[in-house]
């Protein structure tokens, strides 16, 4: 009888150690895999945070490129303009004496039509100025005298406004045609400076589309 107590107690005593030993595995086992989980968990958001921070230094890093090369073309942009109406200047200076300007987009076919019909529009119609003019600039007469000849004016019809205006349209007409290169070229020079100011305008718009989508852009 008491071998059976003993043995009893034995079977309840191995029991009971089982089952504190699985218990003990089971909880060991759970902290472990917590351990580990949470581990994982901290890695992963700090990954997350690691890249997320990548990508926002890129992206600052890009806007900083873009805004650069849109500062650098908008002073491009501005010296091509400065040089353009500089060029204007230069071509309404030619044009001052004959009473003519010149706006940006004018052609110089239209330019020399305008300076053509000032110079036939041009007269001196007082007598004293007349005399002054052709003293200063014909004494002998001989030049007015034949360009009234030559225009078909007959001796009965000439004054001196009339012979002192031929001769300031033959002189200015004269000055037209021996610098009108000058104007022309420079118009050209304008015209291709408005062309590639549109051109370089246009890629700042561009630039600037995309620092906007940049700046809106999601991490």
């Not at 805004?67 to 309404?92: C, G, H, P």
Request: glycine residues 2%.
């Amino acid at each position: 009888m008491a071998i059976q107590v003993l043995q009893y107690r034995n079977d309840k005593l191995t029991g009971n150690l089982l089952f504190a030993y699985n218990i003990g595995v089971k909880l060991f086992s759970f902290f472990f895999i917590f351990y580990l989980t949470n581990d994982f968990v901290c890695l992963t958001f700090a990954a997350c945070l690691t890249h997320k921070k990548i990508k926002t230094m890129k992206k600052v890093e890009k806007i900083e490129d873009l805004q650069e090369s849109i500062n650098d073309k908008e002073t491009e942009l501005a010296d091509m303009k400065q040089e353009q109406y500089d060029k204007i200047d230069e071509v309404n200076d030619l044009l001052n004496d004959f009473e003519v300007s010149y706006e940006l987009g004018d052609r110089f076919d239209d330019v020399q039509e305008s300076v053509d019909t000032r110079i036939s529009e041009r007269e001196i119609i007082y007598y004293g100025d007349a005399m002054e003019y052709l003293t200063n600039n014909d004494t002998s007469l001989c030049q007015s005298l034949a360009l009234a000849d030559e225009l078909g004016y007959s001796p009965a019809n000439l004054n001196s406004e009339i012979l002192a205006t031929l001769l300031l349209q033959r002189e200015l007409t004269d000055n037209w045609y021996s610098g009108n290169d000058e104007v022309e070229e420079l118009i050209e020079a304008i015209d291709d400076l408005q062309a590639d100011i549109e051109s370089l305008q246009e890629e700042i718009d561009d630039l600037n589309i995309e620092l906007d989508d940049l700046e809106s852009e999601e991490l």
